[in-house]
């Protein structure tokens, strides 16, 4: 338990990693964005790990990055193509950019170390739940700051809108920055080393 | 000719891939340390979008429409280009990096969904691809001259380059209104 632990936490891949920024800041403008979109990743990542652990030791080493690109984006597709079909309006909310989780999961497996087949899932497994909470905190604060609302529930009303820049990608790209560095804070880490 | 511009200078300044799309962040975190880092690995991509929107250009009709089908095709023509930019520019670059860039990717994918044709790929593409570059070597200066700022050591690296990035963005904003 302590390689899905860690990967919640102290190897979160969006808020230590810093490794989702794309989906953070161009995608997560709501709570509900997040959430769908960490649930995605989660599936997709736990799915290809899975596949992988299978795979890639049956092919020769000079052709693995395209196995597992392949397969990282047959799930997407047949993930998205699922969701069209099943409950449209929640692609719909996340526009164009949905594919963007190959690149992360791609990156996310790139060691190739993977010792039991246990230990791959719990991998696996933990950096979804990474990805769900930060993703969904992320959501939180911007939909917050740009709507008044948390969850699509107004609780600002008939107040001014304390910074609605939170929803576009400038804002996101400050308060994603923010949140990294608070993350820091409460790790006791930082400094260009960290990085 | 006009209409080629337009889309030259909107995708540059007002559709920066970088700072109004947020696309190629791990690119603009990871590799803008130095500005050399920032030119090789800018560099990479410019070619990578170049190459993927003569693959479409040349494609023209055959690339499809419905959604679903779309996505997988983008993302293949992306890794295609992506593989074949290094071998172009003759560099070493990470290959975890160089195959899957989300700002070559998210660069075919907007002009999919911005209904982009024909020629205009490559305008499109260039301006894109500009204005990428530009940033990369932007932030890298800008990260240069902050390595003697008393900045708190939480905010050092990436959490800094993001805000200079936002800042960045919101100063392009300005030229939306």
């Known amino acids: 338990m302590k390689v899905f632990w860690e990967s919640v936490f102290k190897k979160n891949p969006v808020l230590v990693l810093a490794m989702g920024l794309v989906p953070a800041v161009a995608i997560t403008t709501t709570a509900h964005n997040g959430w769908v979109l960490g649930i995605s990743i989660t599936a997709v990542l736990l799915a290809s790990s899975i596949i992988n652990y299978v795979l890639v030791p049956l092919v020769p080493s000079t052709s693995r990055v395209a196995l597992r690109v392949l397969v990282l984006i047959v799930l997407v597709v047949a993930l998205y193509g699922l969701m069209v079909h099943k409950r449209p309006g929640l692609v719909a909310g996340l526009g164009v950019f949905f594919p963007f989780m190959v690149a992360d999961a791609f990156r996310l497996q790139s060691s190739e170390n993977q010792p039991t087949f246990g230990q791959v899932v719990l991998e696996a497994l933990g950096q979804g739940v990474g990805f769900i909470w930060a993703l969904v905190l992320i959501g939180l604060v911007r939909e917050f700051l740009a709507f008044g609302s948390l969850f699509g529930k107004e609780v600002l009303t008939g107040v001014l809108r304390p910074l609605s820049l939170a929803s576009g990608v400038p804002g996101g790209l400050i308060i994603v920055g923010l949140l990294l560095a608070l993350t820091r804070v409460i790790n006791k880490q930082g400094g260009e080393l960290h990085d | ?177």
């Open chain 2, 1 to 177: 000719m006009i209409d080629g511009l337009d889309i030259l200078i909107g995708t540059v300044i007002t559709g920066n891939i970088v700072l109004i799309h947020g696309l190629g962040l791990y690119a603009l975190t990871r590799y803008t340390k130095t500005v050399d880092g920032a030119v090789r690995a800018g560099l990479n991509t410019v070619v990578g979008m170049l190459v993927g929107a003569i693959i479409l250009w040349l494609l023209g009709d055959i690339v499809p429409t419905s959604p679903t089908s779309y996505l997988g095709f983008y993302v293949i023509v992306g890794f295609v280009a992506a593989s074949a930019a290094p071998y172009l520019t003759r560099q070493n670059t990470s290959r975890e990096y160089h195959v899957v860039d989300t700002a070559l990717i998210g660069l075919l994918l907007l002009m999919a969904e911005g209904g982009v044709m024909g020629v205009d790929h490559l305008w499109y593409a260039m301006g894109a691809a500009f204005g990428y570059f530009v940033v990369l070597v932007i932030v890298a200066t800008i990260r240069q001259r902050l390595e003697l700022a008393p900045i708190p050591k939480a905010l050092q690296g990436t959490p800094i380059v993001l805000i200079i990035a936002g800042l960045l963005g919101l100063a392009l904003l300005g030229f939306r209104l």
